[in-house]
């Protein structure tokens, strides 16, 4: 059973900066992707950034780049997303999801994404 904790949201004011941090347990980790989506109130659950296995690729968002980053590190089973520059329109619920297929390289649709964790809220304040 595949398992996905997301954890480091808060509060924080526009131009701060937060770093989520996902869990992941109940399989080999260092094959799949792994993926950040948000979702806010009243919208759909939106791409945010997405890694390769190796960490060799990295996808983002138009919206995010140059202010997120996303890592990993396959000796803790642990996915991040760095966000800097904050702005008030980053508010919204933050997943953390995976593939069931390894090796498959990241797309950017949830529906592509099997297995979702309970997500982290973020609000950045103007």
């Known amino acids: 059973q595949v398992q996905l904790v997301e954890s480091g949201g808060g509060l924080v004011q526009a131009g701060g900066s937060l770093r989520l941090s996902c869990s992941a347990s109940?399989?080999?980790?260092?094959?799949?992707?792994m993926g950040w989506f948000r979702q806010a109130p009243g919208k759909e659950r939106d791409f945010v950034a997405a890694i390769t296995w190796t960490s060799t690729n990295t996808y983002y968002a138009d919206s995010v780049k140059g202010r997120f980053t996303i890592s990993r590190d396959n000796a803790k089973n642990a996915v991040y997303l760095q966000m800097n520059s904050l702005k008030p329109e980053d508010t919204a619920l933050y997943y953390c999801?995976?593939?069931?297929?390894?090796?498959?390289?990241?797309?950017?649709?949830?529906?592509?994404?099997?297995?979702w964790g309970q997500g982290t809220q973020v609000t950045v304040s103007s």
């Open positions: 999801a995976t593939v069931s297929i390894p090796f498959r390289i990241p797309r950017m649709s949830a529906n592509d994404y099997d297995y």
């Open positions: 109940g399989r080999t980790f260092n094959r799949y992707t």
